[in-house]
C-alpha cells in the first residue's frame, strides 16, 4: 500500500508565500506524474499543477507565474511552492501520484488526505 502524506499548509496573508510538501511511502518501483489539486467550498476539485518523472511540468492558468511544482525522484517527493497568495487560493490542497509497483508498469494512483491553506488578512 503507498500512501502520500501532505505537509506546510496554514494561514497566511495576500501576498505571502507557502511551501507544500508531499512524502510517499511504500514499495513503488517507479514513480511516474505527480500533482497537485485543491478543492474550495462549495466547488470542485480541480488540477493545480502536475510534473513528470522527467521534469515536465503543467500550471492551472489561475497559478501561472505564481506557483512553482518540483519533484525529489530520489525521496519520492513533491513540492508545491506558492508565492503572491490571494484570498481565491483558499482550498484543500491535495496531492496524487500515479506509480508502478513492479516491472510490468501497470500504473496505481493514490491521494493524499490533504492540506488546508487558508489566505486571509
Known amino acids: 500500500q503507498v500512501q502520500l502524506g501532505e505537509s506546510g499548509g496554514g494561514l497566511v496573508q495576500p501576498g505571502g508565500s507557502l511551501r507544500l510538501s508531499c512524502a510517499a511511502s511504500?514499495?513503488?518501483?517507479?514513480?511516474?506524474?505527480m500533482r497537485w489539486h485543491r478543492q474550495a467550498p462549495g466547488k470542485e476539485r480541480e488540477l493545480v499543477a502536475g510534473?513528470?518523472?522527467?521534469?515536465?511540468?503543467n500550471y492551472a492558468d489561475s497559478v501561472k507565474g505564481r506557483f512553482t511544482i518540483s519533484r525529489d525522484n530520489a525521496k519520492n517527493m513533491v513540492y508545491l511552492q506558492m508565492n503572491s497568495l490571494k484570498p481565491d487560493d483558499t482550498a484543500v490542497y491535495y496531492c496524487?501520484?500515479?506509480?508502478?509497483?513492479?516491472?510490468?508498469?501497470?500504473?496505481?494512483?493514490?491521494w493524499g488526505q490533504g492540506t488546508q491553506v487558508t489566505v486571509s488578512s
Open positions: 496524487n501520484a500515479d506509480y508502478a509497483l513492479s516491472e510490468s508498469g501497470h500504473l496505481f494512483r493514490s
Open positions: 510534473i513528470t518523472s522527467g521534469g515536465n511540468t
Open positions: 511504500g514499495k513503488i518501483f517507479s514513480m511516474n506524474v
